[in-house]
Nanobody
Framework: QVRLVESGGGLVQAGGSLRLSCAAS????????MAWFRQAPGKEREYVAH????????YYSDSVKGRFTISRDNAKNTLYLQMNSLQPEDTAVYYC???????????????WGQGTQVTVSS
């Protein structure tokens, strides 16, 4: 019954921007920590960013800090990732995730979306 559906991926030139969205159903995002992960070809999944249940605290990997912005609209039950100054190294499938109330980096998040492809050309 729980579904996380990502959208907004596509092909963009280096230096461009994309905004990813994650629409949730069967789950109230306002009570959960949300995060974005990504997986590039031939590589394992890696952490990108997460946001606290209240939306008051955000965190980023060093590779995207200053370029990406994670946000949430609990009234719309939607998570976002604004990606600016995109580089070819950002090419990956991006996954929306939902966890419990508090973030625990020692485990994978509880729920995952199907992923959306982001391709950055040079």
């Amino acid at each position: 019954q729980v579904r996380l559906v990502e959208s907004g991926g596509g092909l963009v030139q280096a230096g461009g921007s994309l905004r990813l969205s994650c629409a949730a159903s069967g789950l109230a995002l306002g009570t959960r920590t949300m995060a974005w992960f990504r997986q590039a070809p031939g590589k394992e999944r890696e952490y990108v960013a997460h946001i606290s249940w209240s939306g008051t605290s955000t965190y980023y990997s060093d590779s995207v800090k200053g370029r990406f912005t994670i946000s949430r609209d609990n009234a719309k039950n939607t998570l976002y990732l604004q990606m600016n100054s995109l580089q070819p190294e950002d090419t990956a499938v991006y996954y929306c995730t939902a966890d419990f109330l508090r973030w625990d980096p020692s485990r994978d998040p509880r729920y995952w979306g199907q992923g959306t492809q982001v391709t950055v050309s040079s």
